[in-house]
C-alpha cells in the first residue's frame, strides 16, 4: 500500500488557523475511523495529538482539532502558536494490523 | 510514568546484523501489542512491524520481510528488533512504540539511530 499524502509544509501567523490534510484511499482512511495524528519537534519522538479521527488525549491542547471526510482526514490547529512549529504526521490503521503513514507535514509559524 | 527506553543502536557495515531493545516500564507489558518505526532523518514515519502482546503473532513491512525478526520477552518486560542483512536503505532512526486497539501509538521511545554504513 502507498503512504498517505501530505502536503510538505503548511504556514501561518500567530493566531491563525491552518489546516492539514491527509489524504488515503477507501481501504485505509475511508473506510476506518481510525486516523491518528502525531506532532514532532526537532530531535524529538512524535507526540500523539488526536485519535480515532478527532479525540484528543488529556493534555493536548483544544486548539488541536480532527476531522475526515470521504478519504481525507485533516487536523486543525487553531490560534497558531510559535511552540506548534513542528512536523506532523498522519496514520491510518489498514485493517491488517499494520499501519500507514503520511510523508509529513512541516509547520511553519511566520 | 510510561517509559519506553531504547539500546541497541550503532553503526553497522552493510551485510551486518544489528539488535535493538526497548525496555517498558510503568505499564502492565504484557497485555499490550507493539510496534518498530523507522524514519530516514528528514523523512517520514514508516511502520516497521507488530508484535501481539503474547508475542505469538508477529506481521512485518515487505521491505524488512525474511531479515527483521520482532520478539519480546514479557518476564523482563523487553520488546526487541533483531535485523540481520542490513543495508544502507535501512538507515533510520528506529521508535518502539505501544500502540492501542484502533491502531495509535500513545507512547514511543526516544529513538534509536542505526546507520548502515562502510
Known amino acids: 500500500q502507498s503512504a498517505l499524502t501530505q502536503p510538505a509544509s503548511v504556514s501561518g501567523s500567530p493566531g491563525q488557523s491552518i489546516t492539514i490534510s491527509c489524504t488515503g484511499s477507501?481501504?485505509?482512511?475511508?473506510?476506518?475511523?481510525?486516523v491518528s495524528w502525531y506532532q514532532q519537534h526537532p530531535g524529538k519522538a512524535p507526540k500523539l495529538m488526536i485519535y480515532e479521527v478527532s479525540n484528543r488525549p488529556s493534555g493536548v491542547s483544544n486548539r488541536f482539532s480532527g476531522s475526515k471526510s470521504g478519504n481525507t482526514a485533516s487536523l486543525t490547529i487553531s490560534g497558531l502558536q510559535a511552540e506548534d512549529e513542528a512536523d506532523y504526521h498522519c496514520s491510518a490503521y489498514t485493517g491488517s494490523s499494520s499501519l500507514l503513514f503520511g510523508g509529513g507535514t512541516k509547520v511553519i509559524v511566520l | 510514568d510510561v517509559q519506553l527506553v531504547e539500546s541497541g543502536g550503532g553503526l553497522v557495515q552493510p551485510g551486518g546484523s544489528l539488535r535493538l531493545s526497548c525496555a517498558a516500564s510503568?505499564?502492565?507489558?504484557?497485555?499490550?501489542?507493539m510496534h518498530w518505526v523507522r524514519q530516514v532523518p528528514g523523512k517520514g514515519l514508516v511502520w516497521v512491524s507488530r508484535?501481539?502482546?503474547?508475542?505469538?503473532?508477529?506481521m512485518y513491512a515487505d521491505s524488512v520481510k525474511g531479515r527483521f525478526t520482532i520478539s519480546r520477552d514479557n518476564a523482563k518486560n523487553t520488546l526487541y528488533l533483531q535485523m540481520n542483512s542490513l543495508r544502507a536503505g535501512d538507515t533510520a532512526v528506529y521508535y518502539c512504540?505501544?500502540?492501542?486497539?484502533?491502531?495509535?501509538?500513545?507512547?514511543w521511545g526516544q529513538g534509536m539511530l542505526v546507520t548502515v554504513s562502510s
Open positions: 512504540a505501544r500502540v492501542r486497539p484502533t491502531g495509535y501509538y500513545d507512547y
Open positions: 508484535i501481539n502482546s503474547a508475542g505469538s503473532s508477529t
Open positions: 477507501s481501504s485505509d482512511i475511508g473506510y476506518y475511523d481510525y
Open positions: 510503568g505499564f502492565t507489558f504484557s497485555t499490550y501489542w
